[in-house]
Structures are given as C-alpha cells and as structure tokens.
C-alpha cells in the first residue's frame, strides 16, 4: 500500500517543502501532511483509507460539502462543450448578476482566478482612483500573497510596512501601512497625519487569517466614515467570507458599503474563481474601458463559473444560514464545555460556520493576541484531534470551516475527541 510517508518523500524529492501551498507541509503542528485519496460530503479519505471529518473544506470553499452531485452534475454537462475558450460565454453575466444581485456595494465585476489576483487588482484600482500611492492593511490580515500585502507591522502602533518575505523591495512594502486590527484611534491619528497619501484601507470585515477575529462594534462603520472623510477607497476583502457568512457578504449583514469588494473561495464552489467589484465609476477604470490593466489567460474559465453558479443556487435557499449557525453554536458550545471541564485556558471566536479554539489565551480581538496563544498546546491537540479522525486546520492562525454537509452526529463526534483530546 502507497503510504502517506512514502508520499510525502516522494513529494518532497520534486516540490519545495512536498507541496504547493506552504501551509499544507504541517510545519507549524510538526507531524507530516497525509494526502487524499478523494472527499465526499464532510468527509476527506487520505490514500491509507483513512476517513477524516474536514474542517477545512479546502479552506473554504466547500461550503455545501466535498463532492455535491449537483456541482459535479453541472461540471460534466460544461466540460462536454470543452473547458476554456479565452472568450466571453453566457455563464460569466449569470455569475456578474448573481454577484451585483446579492451585493448592493458590487455595480460592476471582473471575474479573476485567485484571491491574489483579486485584491492586488483592488489595490491598484485604489491606487489609479485616488492618484495616491499609500495603503493600510492591518497586521494579521492575509489577502494573498502580492507583493505589498505581504506586510505586517512592528509590535504596536502602525509603522511604515517591512517587507514580510524576502523579494519583497523596500519601496513597495514602504507603501504599505500596517494598523493594529480593531483599533479605531489608531486609524484616525494616521489618517490625520497622512491621509492625502493614503489610496484605500483593505479589510477582511471578519478576520479568518489571523484565527477567526470579529470586529468590535463600530469598527467597520468607524473605517468607512475615517476612509470616506479622507478621501480614501475602502476595501473587503471577502474571499474567506462572502457568501460564507451570509448571502453576499459580511457587508450585507452590517449594512455598510465599501467602495470594493473582493471574493473567492465560495463563489467559484472548489474550483480557480474569484472577483473584484464595486463602484461603476472605480471598475470602469480597468481596461478596456479605462487605463487601468488586468487580465487572465483563464479569467471566468466556464467550469470555474459552473460549478460556482451551482454552488450559489445551494445557498441561495431559506434557512441555509441558519442551519450554519446551529451547527456552528453547537460547536462552540461543545468545545466551551470541554475547555471547562478540562480546566484549560482557551477562547472560541466564531461567527456562523467559521470558527477558530484558541489555547492559552482568554480572548483574542487583533494579532497581538494570536501571538500570544500557546501555538505547542495547539499542535498537541491538532495532533490528537487528528489522529482521531477529526481534520483542523493545520495551524492556530486559521479559520475553521463547517459546510452543510456536516450533521449534528458529525458535530458530536468532534466535541467528544476535543474532550479527548483537551483532556489528555
Ligand atoms: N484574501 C483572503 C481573506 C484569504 O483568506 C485568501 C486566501 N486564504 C486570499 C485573499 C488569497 O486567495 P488565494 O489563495 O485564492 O489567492
């Protein structure tokens, strides 16, 4: 039998680290990946045969389960007329109208393939609306890996970006800010030092990369008033929670409109689909209307765009997201209890199906927090809470993901090897 061991040397002999996304290596929980075999509804089977509740959910996007027989169903009838032509098809306006319809702040979209691509476009639309190099990211928000948003701050107050990963030049991490998330005041005093500067503040409106942070009350209403009196765009980031969270995005839910939007993830239903959008006048600037130049070899790729399409009809339907949030506060709760009873420092942050237990700690509410969690206590229990069958993401500084597959059988099975494993 081909081992996941024999796998990952095998992998490793060919691909930096044995994989194609870094924090598939494990490196922060120890241990060595296991590769699948294939999914199906909540379920991931490694190559030994190994079944694993996925909590993952190919970091995101399986939000109606592994395998749907409705998305695969559409993707075989797409995939017979051919799998990418490099010209406009009937399916992509569907996938426009379907985005602009669920989001008021959405007048007009581009359909990219990653969320890269999505928020290093947003970026530069900002930058070419405004005449104004600067932005502000805050430190513990990932939104892909482009060059100026691979930046994080010093400890503290906001300082002037340091490059996170070499290859990064000075002069493009020199623009960008990096503020301290949930932090009002902060943003307030930079934007009255150096707002004329500034070209737009990106967010992920409920943190997923940093574990799952909410925002406090008023944060995101207090950015869109600072970023609107300065001149400035204001930029979601919803790759990890639109449609996720609610029909359209976080935005919807807290009735505020950023200038643009950008998703991922759920819209494209597991396979390479995300998107930029926003106001008319803002979009109209990218060629070929305007000045402003992106393009994608295969933007709006007709089985991206298929199988996400049928991923919207499933959520689009009374009481999905509510059937997200029981199984999510069932979670919480079942973890809270063994946390208790097990004596352990710990918090659950969760909003609806995302959700991340942090150890060591009594809250989390920016980065500096995540920093203080105690990253061995949570390898120990990635590690057992894996080796019975429960797959988390590999790592304390992510979002979990429960989908619609997943029953309240699956949910107790999983409090019952967190009691476990918290206990031992
Ligand atoms: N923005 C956010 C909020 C994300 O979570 C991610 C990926 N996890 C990205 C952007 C980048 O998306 P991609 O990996 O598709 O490039």
Redesign the pocket.
Known sequence: MTTNHDLFQRALARMPGGVNSPVRAFKSVGGEPFFTARADGAFLFDVEGKRYIDYVGS??PMIVGHAHHLVLRALNEVMRNGTSFGAPTPREIEMARRICGALPAVERVRLVS??????MTALRLARAATGRPKIVKFDG?????ADALLVRAGSGAMTLGVPDSPGVPEATASQTLVARFNDLDEIETRFRAEGETIAAVIV?PVV??MGLVPPQPGYLEGLRRITAEHGALLIF?E??TGFRLAWGGVQNTMGIRPDLT?L??VIGGGMPL?AVGGRRDVMELLAPIGAVYQAGTLSGNPLAVAAGLTTLDLLDKPGTYEKLEALGARLEAGLSAALSRHGRRGCINRRGSMWTLFLGVEQVRNADDARACDTAAFARYFLAMLERGIYLPPSQFEAAFISLAHTEDDIDRTIKAADEALGE
């Open positions: 970091w995101g990653s969320g890269t691509e999505a928020t928000c990932y939104h892909g890996h992920e997923g990369n980031d790759v990890m950008c991922g993830k995300a």
